[in-house]
Structures are given as C-alpha cells and as structure tokens.
C-alpha cells in the first residue's frame, strides 16, 4: 500500500473517531442529569427569575419524577438566599397550590426527609465556615476578605444563616444544593462571578462538566439563550448565536382611542415586560409612541424564531392584552422586516446591554 493511500486511510480513520466519540458525548450528556436532577434544576431557575407561569408544571413534573416534597421546599427556602425572599415566597405559595390540587386528585406524593427548623450549634459562624471551607476546598479566614471586612454582618448572614442554618439540614446533599445555586444563578443576569464561583464548589461536590452542558440546554430552555451562553461560556462551551435563520422582525403600527390611552400604555407595559422577562424567544417587544401624536403607537417586536413568535402568541399575558385592549384600538397593521445585516444585529443588543 503506497504512502498516499495510507493517508487517506489514516484520515478516514481520524474521522470515523471523531464522530463515534461526538455521538458518545452525546450520548452521555443526555444521561448526566436525571429526570430529578433536571426538574431541580428547572424548578430553581424558573424561581430565580420569577416565572410562575410555568412553575405549576414543573412543579407537577418533578413530582412525578420522583422528587419528595421536602427536597423541593428545601431548595426553595434555600434559594431566598440567592434571588429574594419574594420569589421564593411566591414559588413555595405555587407549590403549596399544586400539591393541595394532586392530593384532591388523589395523589400521593412523597413527604421525605423531615426538616430541620432549629439549629443546635452554639457557634453557628464556626459551623458554616467549616462547611464553606468543606465546600469550597480552600481555608476560610475570619471575617471574609474584602466584602467581610467592609460589611461584617453580611459576612455573618453568610456563615450562620446560609452555611449554617440552611445547609445543616440533610433533606438535600451539598451537591444537589449545589445544583439548585448553579441553576438559579446561571438563570440570572448580573451574577456571573458569584455563578463561576459555585460551578468550582458544584465541581468540588461531585457536579460533572457533563451535568453542567446538560444544565446548558435546560436553562437556554427556561431563561432564554443568552443566559445560557453565559453558563457555556463560564464552563468552557462555545456559545450558540442568539437568533435562528427564521428570527422574527415586526413593526406593529397601532392607534389607540384618545380616551383610551392610559390606559392601554398601562397594559402594554405590563404585558411588553412580562414577555421579555418570561419567554426565551423573545429578544424584545419595544413600545413607542410618537411625541406629536400620542395615540400612534409603534412597537418594535424581534423573536429568535417563528415557533417563539407562536408560543408568544399563546401565553396568559399576550392573551390578556389582547382581551383587555380589543375594544380601544381604531387601527392595527402588522408590518413584517428583514434586517440589512443580519450580523450586526447582535452587536446592537450587546452595546445596550
């Protein structure tokens, strides 16, 4: 066999492997997260960023998947610490709901571990920075440097409270707390330090890169690609483009009864948030009016695809805006666009955040 031919051999070769172990990856990142594992991690992202809408039905799913009551108020309690007491409150108010409406069905669903309301350690600051030093696999002096020594009671919130009282009780392990912090973290914008942060300690736990690209997938699912890139680009991914071949780009021209006005820039500003803060796929809904005539309203609508534009079309708050404001609209026109470049779109989006 000449020196040609084994080349093409070798190259053959080279490429058959590749694929065989891109389709093994694959294989293995499906697998790396289980059905509990991925209702968890959607549980804590849909929270994090106030999504109550499609909390109900994640709620039921990871009931079913096997998830105990107590697991899922844990991570709820837990999360307070990193998105706010209202989410959190509001979560657990949805959950409490869904469970009340599965019992009346007659489903039973599994209590699991008791949760623990005291803590008994008489030094709870030494106690959680044991378990951050556990976590974190690196010495925790006291205060904390930097934010410690400038707020130390902030320091102590975070030892005691989160460290101690929270992570003492056992009804979730450190890697699944780990799990529930990454998932909310990685669904919120603004926090990609204290997010990478946590993938090391998640890591430290026993927390996969493999498990950390299937979490890709679910928080590009529920929060939206951006924020997934985010979570790609802090774990060393490529990050995927934003918009599909079949984006969206509408210009809906729009005039209003005088009498009406108030109150249907009320509703639209309402329902215009609600969008871009709940739908992935919607890159952005921009209401304007023109300064001359306030009742000619032009909105700016970009949707990464056509199936997100279709969704859109479905939800309670699109649905509610088009009930409540029916009877004040005199004309409506919906002007499809393309865009001239394509590729600078994305710039526009990042140069304003």
């Known amino acids: 066999m000449d020196r040609k031919s084994i ?16 389709a093994q990856t694959k294989i293995e990142d499906n697998n790396a997260l289980d059905a509990r594992q991925q209702n968890m991690a959607a549980i804590s992202a849909l929270t994090a960023i106030g999504n109550t809408v499609d909390l109900k ?18 991570a709820l309690i837990q999360l307070y610490a ?11 108010g949805i959950f409490k709901t869904v469970i009340e409406e599965r019992s009346a069905k007659g489903i039973k669903d599994i209590q699991g571990k008791s949760i623990v309301v005291e803590n008994p350690a008489k030094d709870k600051y030494e106690q959680g920075r044991k378990v951050l030093e556990e976590l974190t696999k690196t010495p925790q002096p006291k205060p904390a440097p930097g934010f410690g020594e400038f707020a130390p009671r902030i320091d102590a919130f975070l030892k005691e409270h989160l460290f101690a009282d929270i992570f003492i009780n056992d009804v979730l392990s450190y890697s699944q707390r780990e799990l529930v912090t990454i998932s909310a973290l990685a669904a919120m914008p603004g926090v990609g330090a204290q997010l990478k942060s946590h993938i090391g300690i998640g890591k430290n736990t026993g927390i996969t890169d493999a498990q950390l690209r299937v979490l890709c997938n679910i928080i590009e699912k ?25 984006m969206m780009v509408r210009i809906s021209e729009i005039e209003i009864l005088p009498e009406f006005i108030e ?13 871009v803060v709940l739908e992935s796929g919607v890159i952005a809904i921009y209401p304007m009016f023109q300064k001359e005539n306030p009742s000619q309203i032009r909105i700016v609508e970009i949707y990464s695809d056509k199936k997100a534009y279709e969704t859109h079309l479905q939800t309670p708050h ?36």
Do not use: H, W
């Not at 990193?82 to 657990?92: D, E, H, K, V, W």
């Not at 924020?227 to 680009?233: E, G, M």
């Open 263 to 275: 109150q249907y820039n009320a509703i639209l500003e309402e329902e215009s948030t609600a969008s």
């Open 222 to 246: 529920y929060a939206g690609r951006t924020q997934a890139n985010i979570l790609r680009s802090s774990i060393g991914e490529p990050e995927l483009t934003v918009t599909a071949p079949d």
């Open 57 to 74: 039905t994640v709620f039921n799913s990871g009931l079913d998947s096997g998830l105990t009551i107590n697991e899922i108020k844990e």
């Open 7 to 22: 080349l093409k051999m070798l190259l053959l070769f080279l490429v058959l492997f590749s694929i065989t172990m891109n």
């Open 82 to 92: 990193y998105c706010g007491f209202p989410r959190s409150l509001n979560a657990l």
């Open 318 to 353: 699109f649905k509610k805006y088009k009930e409540t404001t029916l009877k004040m609209v005199k004309f409506l026109k919906l002007v499809d666009m393309d865009a001239l470049d394509n590729a600078i779109m994305p710039q526009v989006f990042k140069k304003i955040k």
